[in-house]
């Protein structure tokens, strides 16, 4: 199979926002306890992070973090988390059927996010709670001194405001199980108060309105134009929701799971800039495409979940999917769809960073490695920089059962005019072909190849595990090579590629 691509670095889609690299931390299962906290840990530091975590959330080039949920934040009581340890309540997660310990909060996640390099994304209460609250915990995160709420937080041993520019305001209010969902346009008020009241604080601030949590919900499309009806002059964002797995081993669609974003991300500028058209406004809605993965969400309902009234473990192992390479490589071309929408889609949060559906695994007293789709994740994230470019790709198509006929290959390409470095990011879907690729870049002048990287294994379905972290790594691509203007490569069956160009 033979496949042609065009790189011009003057079709520019947008820039690409540093945002569209963030991460997601809930509190839930292991992701804080025994995760990113474990005091008696070998490499815990003195506020007890594990340091070997911390190196590896670095490495993986993590912009923003988005806090503390998740369906976990529609429950949760944020002053529960703050002040001395000792005294912090414990109480019933009700998303998860778990107790929650306190033992971190928004103070020592601050910690932790400055120590990564990260920046700290907060999501509010709209659950159970309401206006009221959002303003307390904006007080007590932002304002410098000389209030309650600020003066508790300087009490607390944080002089610093936080100066926590993204707020979630909630978290999936379209889903049946979220803590106090309701109608979109019960929600929309809601949303659309407590926006207003928070910018009586500070009008600068970022805000995120709920979108769905997938676009398979029933109330796709209606729910974002009625949210964005109510709030559409009071927010910046509206979120996406998205998580893929193989439906009976149907990997031929698992494969083109990002037609499936692509398809999402569309509809949803489509709705935006509907509501926009009819309110004659000039302003427009982005997307923070706040929760994408592959989940192997059945297995945690049909395995995982607890639901005895007897049963409230600490930190249970939840959703620990271990990811193969054939995740890996759906996982890189759903970053490859959230790049080519770069122009709409300016915040991004991988869903999640640690032990839960994550890149990164732990083991309690033991070792820290990463999972298949951490490779994608850091590549894209070093070499996705300046602007995202509009591609011709010429490519056999296959035939799915979820989306009819896909193009065999996916592709993007990224443009930094500072360093002259023009990376492409490439997957091949198909599960038994190499695909032979030219690529011309005639337009970008005089360039050589400086890395090209694939992740690929004979055993689509090899993964990194505690006994054997290492078993997957990234490849370099020997069959590449730049000549008279076309850089020619083969891309073997389930593959992920990055090259660049300077
Ligand atoms: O990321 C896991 C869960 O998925 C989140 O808590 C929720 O928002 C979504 O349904």
Redesign the pocket.
């Known amino acids: 199979t033979s496949a042609h691509l065009t790189i011009d670095p003057h079709f520019i889609v947008g820039p690409v926002n540093r945002r569209l690299f963030g991460s ?1 931390v ?1 509190h ?1 299962g292991r992701c804080v306890y025994d995760g990113i906290y474990e005091p008696g840990h070998a490499t815990a530091d003195e506020h007890g992070y594990r340091g070997d975590v911390i190196e590896l959330v670095r490495e993986l080039g993590v912009s923003t973090i988005r806090y503390p ?4 934040v529609s429950g949760y009581r944020w002053e529960d988390g703050v002040g001395p340890r000792d005294q912090r309540p414990r109480r019933l997660d009700l ?1 998860w059927h778990s107790t929650e310990t306190n033992q971190v909060g928004l103070d020592e996640f601050a910690v932790w996010s400055k120590k990564v390099g990260s920046e700290l994304m907060y999501a509010v209460n709209l659950g159970t709670r309401g206006v009221q609250e959002a303003l307390d915990v904006l007080e007590y995160a932002n304002i410098r001194s000389g209030t309650a709420l600020s003066d508790r937080r300087v009490a607390n041993g944080a002089p610093e405001p936080h100066d926590i520019r993204m707020w979630c305001l909630g ?2 209010m379209d ?1 049946p199980w979220q803590l106090g969902h309701g109608t979109a346009r019960d929600y929309a008020e809601l949303a659309s108060k407590t926006a207003r009241a928070m910018r009586q604080v500070d009008p600068d601030l970022e805000l995120v309105v709920c979108g769905s ?1 997938g676009a398979q919900m029933p109330t796709f499309g209606t729910w974002e134009r009625v949210v964005l009806e109510e709030t559409y002059d009071d927010i910046d964002f509206i979120s996406c ?1 998205a ?1 893929y797995e193989p439906h009976e081993g149907d990997y031929d669609s698992f494969l083109a799971s990002a037609v499936n974003m692509d398809r999402f991300i569309d509809s949803v500028v489509a709705t935006a800039d509907h509501v926009k058209a009819v309110r004659g406004s000039d302003k427009s809605i982005n997307i923070s495409f706040d ?1 994408w993965n592959v989940w192997y969400q059945s297995r945690y309902n049909e395995v995982d979940r607890i639901t005895s009234v007897d049963d409230w473990p600490v930190a249970p192992r939840l ?1 620990e999917d271990s990811y193969s390479v054939v995740d890996a490589v759906v996982f890189g071309n759903l970053l490859i769809s959230l790049i080519r929408h770069s122009d709409r889609v300016t915040a991004a949060s991988l ?2 960073l640690v032990n ?2 994550a890149p990164i695994m732990t083991e309690p007293g033991g070792p820290a490695w990463r999972q298949t789709t951490f490779f994608p994740f850091a590549v894209t994230s070093r070499l996705a920089r300046g602007v995202s470019l509009e591609l011709k790709l010429d490519c056999p198509t296959y035939d799915t059962g979820s989306y009819g006929q896909v193009p065999v290959v996916d592709a993007v390409a990224t443009f930094d005019e500072e360093s002259g470095e023009t990376s492409v990011f490439l997957v091949n879907r198909s599960m038994d072909e190499h695909v032979a690729i030219d690529i011309d870049v005639r337009m970008l002048g005089d360039v050589s190849l400086s890395e090209v990287r694939s992740l690929h294994d004979e055993d689509m379905h090899a993964a990194n595990t505690l006994q054997d972290p290492d078993r997957v790594r990234l490849r370099g691509n020997d069959t590449a090579r730049l000549r008279d203007g076309t850089v020619a490569l083969s891309l073997p069956p389930v593959s992920w590629t990055a090259l660049t160009l300077v």
Do not use: D
């Open positions: 997601f809930e839930l949920g998740g369906n976990f998303a978290n999936e889903g949590s929701h998580y929760e959703l869903a999640q839960v559906i």
